[in-house]
C-alpha cells in the first residue's frame, strides 16, 4: 500500500473513528478503579523513595489523529516508555518522560514520540498507587519512503500505575497514560499544509521497571 492510498484512506474517515478524548476518558475511568482497588493494600508499607530513579516500560499503545478531515484511528502498535528522575518527598516525584509508538502496514510506516516533564504523585507517603500528571511535546509521522505525512503539537498527559517492590530500590508498575496534544497543530504532506487545529493522541497500557 502506498502512502497515495494510505493518504486516501486517512482523510476520508471510516465510522470506526476513535477520539483522542475517549482515551483520556478511559485513563480516568481505570485510575479511579485503581484507586479503589488499591484501598485494601494501603497497609501494606514500602521502602523510603529517595534521590534519582529511572525507568523503563513496555506497552500496547493506541494513537489517534483527530482533524477535520482526518479518519481519527490510526490503529494499535507495540509502544516503550523511559523516565527519569528526582525525589521531592515520599509523595511526590518529578522527571522527564519519552513515549514512542511505531506501526507498519503493507509498506507504510507510523511514528509518533513524545517528551514530556511529568510529576507522580503518590496518594500516600507509605503507599504504592500513585498519579501522574505533565506537559510535552508530539510528534506524528506517516510515510512510504516517497511521500510523508507530519504532524505534532504540544500537550497535557495524566496516568496511573501502582508500584509493587521486589526489593529496597526495584519494582514493578502496572500503568496507564494518555497523552493529547492541544488542537493547535497543523497536517503536512511533503511540507505543505493539509489541515490546521489537528490533535493528536496516545493512550498506553504496559507494564513497567524502575529503579529507586
Known amino acids: 500500500m502506498s502512502l497515495e492510498r494510505a493518504g486516501a484512506f ?32 494501603s497497609a501494606q508499607v514500602s521502602d523510603p523513595r529517595e534521590g534519582l530513579w529511572w525507568g523503563l ?22 509502544s516503550a516508555t523511559v523516565r527519569l528522575g528526582g525525589t521531592i518527598s515520599q509523595s511526590l516525584l518529578l522527571g522527564g518522560e519519552v513515549n514512542g509508538w511505531t506501526n507498519s502496514e503493507e509498506g507504510v510506516d507510523e511514528y509518533l514520540g513524545s517528551f514530556s516533564a511529568v510529576a ?20 506524528y509521522r506517516i510515510d512510504d519512503e516517497e511521500n510523508a505525512l507530519t504532524s505534532s503539537g504540544f500537550g497535557p498527559q495524566v496516568g ?10 526495584f519494582s514493578i508498575q502496572p500503568y496507564m497514560n494518555a497523552i493529547i496534544t492541544l488542537p ?10 493539509e489541515a490546521s487545529e489537528v490533535s ?12 529507586h
Request: with cysteine; proline share 3%; charged share 15%.
Open 57 to 78: 516500560g513496555l506497552d500496547y499503545g493506541w494513537v489517534n489523529v483527530a482533524c477535520d478531515i482526518c479518519d481519527g484511528s490510526r490503529g494499535a502498535g507495540l
Open 160 to 169: 496511573a500505575g501502582y508500584e509493587f517492590r521486589v526489593s529496597r530500590s
Open 184 to 193: 493547535t497543530g497543523n497536517l503536512d504532506f511533503n511540507g505543505d499544509r
Open 200 to 211: 493528536l493522541g496516545l493512550f498506553q497500557v504496559g507494564l513497567g521497571v524502575t529503579w
Open 10 to 41: 486517512y482523510l476520508i474517515g471510516n465510522p470506526y473513528r476513535w477520539e483522542a478524548m475517549r482515551a483520556l476518558r478511559i485513563a480516568l475511568v481505570l485510575s479511579a478503579l485503581l484507586v479503589l482497588w488499591s484501598r485494601p493494600l
Open 120 to 139: 507522580l504523585w503518590y496518594l500516600t507517603p507509605d503507599g504504592s498507587f500513585y498519579l501522574k500528571g505533565g506537559f510535552g511535546y508530539m510528534s
